[in-house]
């Protein structure tokens, strides 16, 4: 098929629609409810285009290519909508992005600047004064809800229950405002899709006591140490503290995902519990010792052992918080030093 985008011709397959085939191009549309790994929403208006022959703008994230389309998507007819569909969501979303976790790294925030509404907001044309509303209960602990700050995008609702498959959270209509319900809060895995997609301020994090700016921190790409799957998971790090976790929707093995251990199971890092040094209980206290002295106890206890009672009296449990190259040397450690397959691991049931 081949359809038309801004004058510009191109080759489609039947089934595309047209935000696919603009981001495919590079042609931007504006959205904030769309998400990839599930059904178009269509909630937010904002990815409205000109499609002639038709009397009223079309969403692109719901609207499929046919052949012979043309396609407008920059015209002023457009911006209009855009903005009209923007000032409905700002008008009843709080002005609070100096204390809201969000700021920084908000969707709707980036939309005010790229739409060029930043001079209405600054005149406060749009959008209701700053609450101090606190948090209300949700499905997990792992997470705070700001009833106030939320668009009704629905990102979260849908993400539970196409990609998840929990079907957690059901939109609330009943009063002035309506509002994200946990109706089914026992169905929840506290995996935390629903806080990984929500555009603004709505859910956030309620797992580290220290917040910090987007450029207040430092992300570094490592492994979940927890299971054997190998996710890929990114540490938000601030004043030398991971206060949080993010993903990365193109790497593999998890492409984003993650269950409540890889994106909540993070402040063991911090804990003052950690050990940092090797222990010996000696007259009945722990007491810190050199590795040097750590090793040579720990030789000697297992050799005599092994003396008296042989091999297979002693037995290993290693640790998914170390990495595999630590536990394959563990393994071996047990079976050809030691000289028994009594050797276990944490993450394996």
């Known amino acids: 098929m081949l359809v038309k985008i801004n004058g510009q011709e191109y080759e489609v397959d039947q089934g595309t629609t047209i935000l696919q085939i603009a981001r495919e191009k590079g042609i931007y549309i504006p959205t ?3 998400l990839e790994r599930v059904s178009p929403i269509g909630s937010c208006g904002l990815c409205v285009v000109e499609v002639e022959g038709q009397d009223e703008l079309v969403q692109a994230c719901n609207t499929y290519v046919e052949d012979g389309m043309v396609i407008n998507t920059d015209t002023p007819s457009v911006k209009a909508a855009r903005k009209a569909a923007l000032e409905k969501i ?3 979303h709080p002005l609070d992005c100096p204390v809201c976790d969000k700021a920084g790294e908000c969707k709707l925030q980036d939309l005010v600047y790229e739409l060029g509404y930043e001079e209405r907001i600054s005149h406060k044309v749009v959008g209701i004064p700053l609450l101090k509303e606190p948090p209300v209960s949700y499905s997990t602990p792992g997470i705070k809800y700001y009833p106030s700050r939320c668009v009704l995008c629905q990102r979260c609702v849908t993400i539970c229950s196409e990609y998840v498959g929990r079907e957690v959270l059901v939109v609330n209509e009943e009063g002035d405002k309506p509002r994200i319900e946990p109706l089914y809060a026992d169905r929840c895995i506290s995996c935390g899709e629903c806080l990984a997609v929500c555009p603004v301020g709505a859910l956030t994090e309620n797992v580290s006591p220290l917040k910090v700016r987007p450029w207040q921190k430092k992300v570094s790409r490592t492994v979940c140490p927890y299971c054997g799957v190998g996710c890929v998971l990114e540490l938000n790090v601030g004043d030398n503290r991971v206060v949080k976790v993010t993903v990365d929707e193109s790497i593999p093995p998890n492409y984003g995902t993650l269950c409540v251990k890889g994106r ?16 010996i209980r000696k007259n009945d206290e722990f007491q810190e010792v050199s590795w040097d002295e750590a090793l040579d106890f720990v030789a000697e206890k297992l050799t005599a052992i092994k003396e008296s009672a042989g091999p297979d009296a002693i037995a290993g449990l290693a640790s998914a918080k170390c990495t595999n190259e630590d536990n394959y040397v563990f393994q071996k450690f047990m079976r050809a030093v030691i000289g028994t397959n009594n ?3 944490c993450a394996r049931l």
């Open 32 to 34: 904030l409810c769309y």
């Open 90 to 92: 700002l008008e009843k």
């Open 264 to 279: 909540f199971g993070f402040e063991f890092i911090n804990s003052e519990k950690r050990l940092k040094r090797p222990l």
């Open 343 to 345: 050797v276990d691991h």
